[in-house]
């Protein structure tokens, strides 16, 4: 009989889709996931898609009367597929991306009820993401009891910010209340934060700036590979305009719209999360490829506005550091997106940097010319492998590693 293998499986929850991977918690960190995979459109017209190593196509399966199935439904179709489709694997222990740990928690926790009630308290503070995250940890429970899961914070890489830096021009004792930046995309960062020495070994233990710019988007200062300031601070959103986020408001717009036009909470929440950033500026799409393919002139001018509030919340980043050694690309847009760079870094010329064209057309790792005194780097993200090293980790800590292989 083949021997079994033990698996963790890395969840992302969020309001219309389930992200999955699985990783052999017997091989090393770096290596590819035994399968990946998403359901996504739930709600509207879910559907699996799913790609195994090492097997030819992809996995995929719809529903075409799904709208008025719930995530629940499909935890149980995520694991049924999991057991179907590699017969071999045995879960030894879910990760989750968890967006809120407050202040409470600086790193992953294995999850307990202790745990959970914390976590539960926090989601005011992450009223769209939060509920998702915690579902997913319950439903994988109410499956199994005995299964360790293990809740990786987006916020806990910027537990190292100055607590000055945390507070707003508020009461101080708001700040007791929780009223306070936080800052995200914490998984994202950590993992360049890890991988930047590979690449430039001196930025990684001097003074870096990353740009996590895709639907969501966020700057990162570092220092010696730890947070110092993050564009994002109370919500998630703060900071750059985004694919349909806002990004940094006038709070007087705010009390504007509550007493000029009757909007309530849920009428902000709805404006400010889902119909504002590149869609709303664009009228087009949130979708920044959308928008570089098309001829409107709202749409050149968004794409302009980004690249613009980018570079100014830069700039503010490097006067926080007191210089800047590299300047960092990442996730979606910062990817795969050779015109979005080269706009950034245009406006950041007068820091001394120069874009290689070729390389940057060609996304290679290293983008910057010779005659740059900064480096620019486009270094894929990696949120899953955080979560899958977390979560190894913590549960050979408290297990015999021996029973995992």
Known sequence: MTDRTKATLVLNAGSSSIKFSLYDVAQAAEERPLAKGVIEGIGRSPRLKAEIAGAPGDCGQTWADGAGLGHSFFYDVLLDWIGESLPHVELAVAGHRVVHGGTAFDAPQLVNA??????????????????????????????????????????AFHRTIPNRDQLYGLPRAMAQE??????????????IAWTLPKFDAFASTGRAIVAHLGNGASLCAFRNGRSQLCTMGFSTLDGLIMGTRC?????????????????????????????????????????????????????????????????????????????????????????????????????????????????????SARINARESSIGIWVIPTDEELMIARHSRALVTETQDFAALR
Request: hydrophobic share 45%.
């Open 114 to 155: 202790g745990v959970m009630a914390a976590l539960e308290a926090l989601v005011p503070l992450a009223p769209l993401h939060q509920p998702h995250n915690l579902a997913a940890i319950k439903a994988l429970s109410e499956r199994d009891a005995r299964l360790p899961q293990v809740a990786c914070f987006d916020t």
């Open 178 to 191: 929780g009223l306070r930046r936080y800052g995200f995309h914490g998984l994202s960062y950590e993992f």
């Open 247 to 363: 990004g940094s408001i006038d709070p007087g717009v705010l009390i504007y719209l509550m007493r000029e036009k009757g909007m309530g909470p849920d009428d902000l929440e709805a404006l400010l999360y889902k119909e504002s950033g590149l869609l709303g500026l664009s009228g087009i799409s949130s979708d920044m490829r959308d928008l570089l393919d098309g001829n409107s002139a709202e749409g050149r001018e968004s794409v302009a506005m980004f690249c613009d509030r980018v570079a100014q919340q830069a700039a503010s980043l490097v006067a926080a550091l007191g210089g800047v050694d590299a300047l960092v690309f990442t996730a979606g847009i910062g990817e795969h997106s050779p015109v979005v760079r080269k706009e950034i870094c245009r406006r950041l010329e007068w820091l001394g940097l120069v874009v290689d064209d070729e390389a940057n057309a060609a996304n």
